[in-house]
Structure formats: C-alpha cells, structure tokens
C-alpha cells in the first residue's frame, strides 16, 4: 500500500498509536501478498527489519516483527525475529537518499548468520522510504550467504 491517506494512518497507529493488534490483520494483509508474489517457498525463512532497541522500549514492541510473527505464521514459513540486530541509532529518517544510505550503513549485525545460508529469506518491514533500510540489510543478508532475499513492506512512500 502507499504510505499516505488510510495507508499512512494505519501504519501510525500500529508504530505510535499503541495499537499492535493491528499486526494480525495487517500481516495477515501481507501474507496475502506474499502468496500471490510467490515470495514464499520451501527453503523461505521470514526476518523482520531488526528495531532500535530504545524504540522497541518506548514502544513496548516492535511493528516489523509482530509484522513479521503473521507472516510466518499465515504461511507456514519459519521465522527468525532475533537475526538483525541494530546497533546504531536510526539517527534522521528524512534526509536525503544519500544521507539515509550513509546513515543505515552498517546499523545491523547479525547473530549467528548461519542461519541463512543458501536459504532464500523474506524480510519484512513496515515502512520503505528511500529503500536505503532493506539495501543495507538485503546486503548483509547476502553476504552472510543467503541465496536470495526477497522483501515485503507493509506501505512505501511514492
């Protein structure tokens, strides 16, 4: 969906608006879509963008990975919620292309990236800006061996 009008209201609710019971039938939404797209098969594991832990706290959830939890559970995939770990501070979500590249490059580890290799993985997330986010992540994702990764946002901004 695109971020803005109800698509818009619907993803802020779900991160600011303490409403995570909006991740059932949102993620049911995009299980949906991932069917259709045929971004889930055999060997598919589900990965939620790993938060900032201080939003996470302030929160007290994360929207990517009750995203993610329905996902797996509407397909039958397995998922992994604590594979992407950020380690740097989000820092300013509206700059420019550039700076949102420079600002996400390296902010995720990986804990034990075994997981993943040769596995094809469907990383979630809520929101896609710029894509500087699922580029970095998609990145590490390869390199720890994954065979390929596949992503699905709950809404993007034209």
């Known amino acids: 969906m695109v971020y803005g009008g109800t698509g818009r209201d619907l993803v802020i609710r779900l991160k600011h608006g303490h409403r995570p019971d909006l991740a059932r039938s949102l993620g049911t939404w995009m299980a949906?879509?991932?069917?259709?797209r045929r971004l889930v098969?055999?060997?598919?594991?589900?990965?939620?963008?790993?938060?900032?832990?201080?939003?996470?706290?302030?929160?007290?959830?994360?929207?990517?990975?009750?995203?993610?939890r329905?996902?797996?559970?509407?397909?039958?995939?397995?998922?992994?919620?604590?594979?992407?770990?950020?380690?740097?501070?989000?820092?300013?979500?509206?700059?420019?292309r550039q700076?949102?590249?420079e600002v996400v490059q390296g902010a995720w580890d990986l804990r034990r990236p075994r997981r993943v290799l040769g596995r094809s993985v469907l990383l979630v997330d809520d929101v896609m800006t710029t894509g500087a986010t699922v580029s970095e992540v998609s990145r590490r994702?390869?390199?720890?061996?994954?065979?390929?990764?596949?992503?699905?946002?709950?809404?993007?901004?034209?």
């Open 32 to 36: 949906v879509v991932a069917h259709r």
């Open 99 to 101: 700076a949102r590249a």
């Open 141 to 158: 994702l390869t390199h720890a061996g994954a065979r390929q990764v596949d992503v699905l946002v709950l809404a993007r901004v034209d």
């Open 41 to 68: 098969g055999p060997d598919t594991v589900v990965v939620p963008v790993g938060p900032w832990p201080a939003h996470t706290v302030q929160r007290g959830y994360s929207a990517p990975v009750l995203l993610a």
């Open 70 to 96: 329905e996902v797996a559970r509407r397909t039958g995939a397995p998922w992994i919620p604590d594979l992407l770990v950020r380690v740097r501070s989000p820092g300013d979500p509206h700059g420019s």
